[in-house]
T-cell receptor, first 111, second 114 residues
Framework: GQQLNQSPQSMFIQEGEDVSMNCTSS?????WLWYKQDPGEGPVLLIA?????ELTSNGRLTAQFGITRKDSFLNISASIPSDVGIYFC???????????FGKGTTLSVSS | ETGVTQTPRHLVMGMTNKKSLKCEQH?????MYWYKQSAKKPLELMFV???????ENNSVPSRFSPECPNSSHLFLHLHTLQPEDSALYLC?????????????FGPGTRLTVT
């Protein structure tokens, strides 16, 4: 079935560094979502994107809906230890269809 | 804070046992979902309920049996499971299934089948 390619698979960074991750698809999506999952917890919605080219921020997090509608990016600025976790992208091709998830990017931050 | 709760948080069961997972959402949503999360794999959609009616069964084995008595509660009944069914089972909700995007997840039940 449809899959999203999320990269990188994992990242090891120093506190204070900026982080970038992305998700790509062979199909066009109408919605892109970014979630974060802490160990032992469920995914928490960070940012939702609904228009091509849209750039949305949530604190130190910024996500963009790619112009081709086949990709999305998440940036985290000035990382802190509590940013540690797994970040998932999810896409929806059209309203009413199922969300398709990436495999996640595991972020580790050393202080 | 999550508006979606799941119990139990951890469950260990033998292959011959019968158990149930419970999900409750306090968000006033009408669509509820069960997902399976295994290591190194994307979330796998299992079931979708919209206004208490099952609208999607993603080829899930019959040893998993969902129940949705009302829009706020969702159960997953388990019987004669296999060790490969060990995973994190996540419940999610959305205002209604026909719309766009955002789903809100519960904390999950970590299931171990021995």
């Amino acid at each position: 079935g449809q899959q999203l390619n999320q990269s990188p698979q994992s990242m090891f960074i120093q506190e204070g560094e900026d982080v970038s991750m992305n998700c790509t698809s062979s199909s066009i999506f109408n919605t892109w979502l970014w979630y974060k999952q802490d160990p032992g917890e469920g995914p928490v919605l960070l940012i939702a994107l609904y228009k091509a080219g849209e750039l949305t921020s949530n604190g130190r997090l910024t996500a963009q809906f790619g112009i081709t509608r086949k990709d999305s990016f998440l940036n985290i600025s000035a990382s802190i230890p509590s940013d540690v976790g797994i970040y998932f992208c999810a896409g929806q091709r059209q309203a009413g269809t199922a969300l398709i998830f990436g495999k996640g990017t595991t972020l580790s931050v050393s202080s | 804070e999550t508006g979606v709760t799941q119990t139990p948080r951890h469950l260990v069961m033998g292959m011959t046992n019968k158990k149930s997972l419970k999900c409750e959402q306090h968000l006033g949503h009408n669509a509820m979902y069960w997902y399976k999360q295994s290591a190194k794999k994307p979330l796998e959609l299992m079931f979708v309920y919209n206004f208490k009616e099952q609208t999607e069964n993603n080829s899930v084995p019959s040893r998993f049996s969902p129940e949705c008595p009302n829009s706020s509660h969702l159960f997953l009944h388990l019987h004669t499971l296999q060790p490969e069914d060990s995973a994190l089972y996540l419940c999610a909700s959305r205002p209604f299934s026909g719309g766009a995007g955002e789903q809100y997840f519960g904390p999950g039940t970590r299931l171990t089948v021995t």
